[in-house]
């Protein structure tokens, strides 16, 4: 069974810092990986998603992630910060059968609340 | 570019009263999917429709059923709401294909109940 735990359920940066947001998966399968934003009073946005094969992984708005399969990790950072920056995060695994079939089902993290110091 | 519309945005039942929250999508995808949102709690799928035609349980179905009118709709009821269903619902849909295929959510339904 797929599983993501996001640490720390809140992370404040002053303005123009690193962005760092941790997400560990639990996968017997190789996962399938999704980073999504949700503004206040809003519903998600994708920011990135993981590709098979590839490490480090460009989404929107400047954020990026990096695969680590031997640390089953995805964690998601942004060289950064600014402002707009500030929101919700969450982190999810989709549902695969060994096979490589879905039904596309995702699995979230708890999520990780963005503030954003001037 | 409406993408997955969620309607009421707002709901106040009281506790024994039901309710269907509709959700559509333009998108021509073939999946869709209901989950509530609580604070500290992420998202939690309560059902999923894989395509027209079918449904099936998620994580916490207890106290919903759901109905996939067509391609594009796929409604939440509640038959008879209680206090613990209070939550933030969203609705979201997916292009069938590929397990990297990613949802697209609608903006939500805030729903309490007294």
């Known amino acids: 069974a797929q599983s993501v735990t996001q640490l720390g359920s809140h992370v404040s940066v002053s303005e123009g810092a690193l962005v760092l947001l941790r997400c560990n998966y639990s996968?017997?399968?190789?996962?399938?990986l999704f980073w999504y934003v949700q503004y206040p009073n809003q519903g998600l946005q994708l920011l990135l998603k993981?590709?098979?094969?590839?490490?480090l992984v460009k989404g929107i708005n400047g954020f990026e992630a990096e695969f680590k399969k031997s640390e089953t990790s995805f964690h998601l950072t942004k060289p950064s910060a600014h402002m707009s920056d500030a929101a919700e995060y969450f982190c999810?695994?989709?549902?695969?059968?060994?096979?490589?079939?879905?039904?596309?089902?995702?699995?979230f993290g708890r999520g990780t609340q963005l503030t954003v110091w001037p | 570019n409406a993408g997955v519309t969620q309607t009421p945005k707002f709901q106040v039942l009281k506790t024994g009263q039901s309710m269907t929250l509709q959700c559509a999508q333009d998108?021509?995808?073939?999946?869709m999917y209901w989950y509530r949102q609580d604070p500290g709690m992420g998202l939690r799928l309560i059902y999923y429709?894989?395509?027209?035609?079918?449904?099936d349980k998620g994580e916490v179905p207890n106290g919903y059923n759901v109905s996939r009118l067509n391609k594009r709709e796929f409604s939440l009821r509640l038959e008879s709401a209680a206090p613990s269903q209070t939550s933030v619902y969203f609705c979201?849909?997916?292009?069938?294909?590929?397990?990297?295929?990613?949802?697209?959510f609608g903006d939500g339904t805030r729903l309490s109940i007294l």
């Open positions: 979201a849909s997916r292009l069938t294909g590929g397990s990297n295929q990613p949802q697209h």
């Open positions: 996968s017997s399968v190789p996962p399938y």
């Open positions: 993981y590709t098979t094969g590839a490490t």
């Open positions: 999810a695994v989709s549902d695969q059968t060994s096979r490589g079939s879905t039904l596309g089902r995702l699995y």
């Open positions: 998108m021509n995808h073939n999946s």
């Open positions: 429709s894989a395509s027209e035609g079918t449904t």
